[in-house]
Structure formats: structure tokens, C-alpha cells
């Protein structure tokens, strides 16, 4: 999945919709697989606090972001990340640093919609690791 952000001319933007369909692909079949394809892998291997709907999520690893975001999303039947107006980007040949707006849409298991929409500003720090982006760390703070 991220492998063709090498050969995109804007890489921020191909990264950032690498973790946007990784996410919305979530309620089907193998969506763990898009997101681990887009984590830094092993213990220790990423740095993660996220606020996601009243719930602090810190992680270390990408299999404990995946249980503690399941948790904290358990009662939602559908959640639709989208991007909020222009990132912020910092870039070097084996980093990106990018801070951008995000918002979703999401749906409780009885149907009802969360209003207001969820808001976060989030930061990510992608990493060149064996010649693969991956994210190392990641905060979503909400807004």
C-alpha cells in the first residue's frame, strides 16, 4: 500500500490517504491488514496517545493500538475518517513530520449519529524503515 507513495509526487498526500482508506476499511474483512501494513512492527515500535470518543489510547506497539482502539470503538457501526482543510509538512529523505485537521463520521450500533462531528488535530511522524514508510508515532488530540 505505501510502497507507491515512492514513485507519487506529493508523498505527504499519498501517506495521509494510505491512513485514511487503512482506517475506512476498518469494518471489512482483513482491515487489520491495511493498518498494520502502515505501523512501524514490534514492541516499542511506535509511540501512540490518541483521544478517541472520552477514551485516552496510548500504544507501543501496533498489536495494542489495534485492541484499544477496537475497545474504544466497540458500539460504533460505522466510523468515516476525512481530512480537514490543508496539512502541515515537514519532510526529509527518510522523514515526514505532518500535522493536519480531521474529522468523521460516525454511527452508533443503534443507528443514531454522533453529533457534533468528531474533531482532532492530529500528528504523525512516518519513517523510512527498510525502504517502507511506516508511522512511528501518531497523536490525535481532540479539537
Known amino acids: 500500500m505505501v510502497e507507491a507513495c515512492e514513485k507519487s509526487s506529493n508523498i505527504v498526500q499519498c501517506l495521509l490517504k494510505c491512513w485514511l482508506k487503512a482506517w475506512n476499511e476498518c469494518g471489512e474483512p482483513d482491515a487489520t491488514l491495511s493498518l498494520v501494513s502502515i505501523f512501524a512492527e514490534g514492541d516499542d515500535a511506535i509511540d501512540v496517545e490518541d483521544e478517541a470518543f472520552g477514551v485516552a489510547i496510548t ?59 468528531p474533531r482532532w488535530r492530529a500528528e504523525h511522524i512516518w519513517r523510512r524503515i527498510d525502504g517502507e514508510w511506516r508511522i512511528v508515532r501518531e497523536r490525535l488530540k481532540a479539537a
Open 59 to 117: 500504544a507501543s506497539s501496533f498489536r495494542e493500538y489495534k485492541e484499544k482502539w477496537r475497545a474504544a470503538i466497540d458500539d460504533l457501526k460505522s466510523l468515516t475518517f476525512e481530512l480537514v482543510g490543508e496539512p502541515q509538512v515537514r519532510i526529509s529523505d527518510d522523514r515526514a513530520d505532518i500535522s493536519f485537521g480531521l474529522t468523521a463520521k460516525a454511527e452508533r450500533d443503534d443507528g443514531a449519529l454522533i453529533v457534533p462531528a
